[in-house]
C-alpha cells in the first residue's frame, strides 16, 4: 500500500501564488508515475499536470506556462508551483501515484486538499 497525503492548499487572490506538495509513503515502487489531479462539484475529475519518476512532465492545456510540476524522489514528494491564479482555478486538488508493481496495476490517491482562487 502506497499513502499520499497533501499538503499547501488554501485560499488566495487572482494573481497569487500557491505551492501545492504530496508526500508519498509506504511500499513506493520504482517506475511509477505521479501527478495532480483536481475536481469541482458536478464534474468529473481533471487532470492538471503528471511527472514520470524520470521527470517526463505532461500539463493540461489549461495550467500550461503558470504551474510547475516537479517531484523529489529522494524525499517522495511531489509539488505542484501554481501561480498567475485564476478563479477557474477553484478545486479540490488530488495526488494521484500510479504504476506497475509486481504484475499488477496499481493506483493511490490522496484525500485531496481545497484550493480556491477569489476574484
Known amino acids: 500500500q502506497v499513502q499520499l497525503v497533501e499538503s499547501g492548499g488554501g485560499l488566495v487572490q487572482a494573481g497569487g501564488s500557491l505551492r501545492l506538495s504530496c508526500s508519498a509513503s509506504?511500499?513506493?515502487?520504482?517506475?511509477?508515475?505521479m501527478g495532480w489531479y483536481r475536481q469541482v462539484p458536478g464534474k468529473q475529475r481533471e487532470l492538471v499536470a503528471v511527472?514520470?519518476?524520470?521527470?517526463?512532465?505532461n500539463y493540461a492545456d489549461s495550467v500550461k506556462g503558470r504551474f510547475t510540476i516537479s517531484r523529489d524522489n529522494a524525499k517522495n514528494t511531489m509539488y505542484l508551483q501554481m501561480n498567475s491564479l485564476r478563479p477557474e482555478d477553484t478545486a479540490v486538488y488530488y495526488c494521484?501515484?500510479?504504476?506497475?508493481?509486481?504484475?499488477?496495476?496499481?493506483?493511490?490517491w490522496g484525500q485531496g486538499t481545497q484550493v480556491t482562487v477569489s476574484s
Open positions: 511527472i514520470s519518476s524520470g521527470g517526463i512532465t
Open positions: 494521484n501515484l500510479n504504476g506497475w508493481s509486481s504484475s499488477r496495476y496499481r493506483d493511490y
Open positions: 509506504g511500499s513506493i515502487f520504482a517506475n511509477n508515475v
